[in-house]
Structure formats: C-alpha cells, structure tokens
C-alpha cells in the first residue's frame, strides 16, 4: 500500500490567517481525496484532486475556502483560507489502494484556530 | 441523499466480550469498506466487502455483507485491548468514485 507524508501534524492558527497542508505520496496516484474530521465525528470529503485539472469539491465546500493543489501525481496541498474558529478539525489527505480499493490516510493535520 | 448509518454510537465491553457494530445505508451498496481509527490516529483500511452475503475473516474479526447489499456488520470475539478505537463503514457515492463514512461506533474495552 501507498506510504503518505503529512505535514504539519498540527499547528495552531490565528483567525484571519491561511494554512496549508501538504501531502506527499510514495507512489504515483491519480486521484488525491482530503478530508474534514471534526473532534469525535466521521470523515467529511472536502474534494477530490486530480493531476493536471481542477479539484472537485463537494457540496458545502468551495475553492475559495479551501484551495487545492496538485501538480503532479504524488503530490497536493490543501490550503484552509481565511480561518475561523469553526475551520478548526483535523484534515486527512488519501489516496485509493491499487490492489484492494481502500484507502490509505496520511497521519493528519489538526488545526486550531484561535 | 445517500446516507450511512452505524449503531451503535457507543460500546463498553469487558475485555474478552464480543462486540458487533452494523452499519445500514440508505441505498444498495455495489461494495462496503470497513475502517478502524485508533484514539489520535488516522483512519486505517481494514477489509471490503462486495458479493451478496459475503463473510470474510481477519483472525478475531468478522465481516458480513448483507444479502441485499444495504446493510453490513462486524464482528469481533473476545475482544483485547488493541481493539480499543472507532469503527466506520463506507459505501461508495452513487457515481461511485468517492466513500460516504458512516458516524462510527466508537468501542472501550475495559481490562
């Protein structure tokens, strides 16, 4: 399975500010998938990156917010815009096994904003 | 839209009980994963199941697919200790590329 590299694996943030959240993977992936998990709940999908075209985002959730890279197939960034208080949650990049479909987390990003 | 559900949302047990979580969803699945997240940790890729009625085993933990393909369910005998942690099921979206995560049922395991 795919070996992720998350950083930071926290940070501390004043309201107002920016913060972003890189992911690098062992292996060449084609889609990169970050999540939202609030403390004590389950995974929110935030969007889907893909290389070389424009991220996905799901409902409730918008580029300008949270901006997304992917220039090249190990690699994304997961900027939190513009922080709130609210924004504070861990966030998780992923990537999608080859053999088996599941997927494989990084370590996670836990953010709070003050 | 297309919902997941889990119950139950808590379980205690004593160490060496058995523990089953069910996960239901709100359409019929083509496959199901299982996860477990360990306190402070990431979610790790456990199992998934696809056939209808499947049951697949890892040593102490059990997993069955429903027969009709809306509703899973894990099982774990005589629990331990490392089992402490937070079991989510995931079904794939309608469009298939991405996982809805169901709350989790969050499972103590009392020495």
């Known amino acids: 399975s795919a070996v992720i590299s998350q950083k930071p694996s926290r940070d501390i943030c004043q309201r107002g500010t920016s913060l972003t959240i890189q992911c690098q993977v062992d292996?060449?992936?084609?889609?990169m998938f970050w999540y939202r998990q609030q403390p004590g709940q389950s995974l929110t999908l935030i969007a889907t990156?893909?290389?070389?075209?424009?991220?996905?985002?799901e409902s409730g959730f918008v580029i300008d917010k949270f901006p997304i890279s992917r220039p090249n197939l190990t690699f994304s960034t997961l900027t939190v815009s513009n922080m709130s208080p609210e924004d504070s949650s861990i966030y998780l990049c992923s990537v999608v096994h080859r053999e088996d479909f599941g997927y494989t987390f990084g370590s996670g990003t836990r953010l709070t904003v003050v | 839209g297309q919902q997941v559900m889990q119950i139950p949302q808590y379980q205690h047990v004593q160490e060496g009980e058995d523990f089953t979580t069910y996960c239901n969803s709100s359409t019929t699945l083509s496959n199901i994963q299982w996860y477990k997240q360990r306190p402070g940790g990431h979610p790790v890729f456990l199992i998934q199941?696809?056939?209808?009625?499947e049951v697949k085993k890892q040593k102490r933990l059990t997993f069955q697919f429903g027969e009709a393909k809306k509703n899973s369910s894990l099982h774990i005998t005589a629990t331990q200790t490392t089992d402490v942690g937070t079991y989510f099921c995931?079904?794939?979206?309608?469009?298939?590329?991405?996982?809805?995560f169901g709350p989790g049922t969050r499972l103590s395991v009392l020495p």
């Open positions: 292996s060449q992936v084609t889609m």
């Open positions: 199941l696809v056939k209808s009625g």
């Open positions: 995931a079904g794939p979206t309608a469009y298939g590329q991405n996982f809805v």
């Open positions: 990156a893909n290389q070389g075209s424009e991220a996905t985002y």
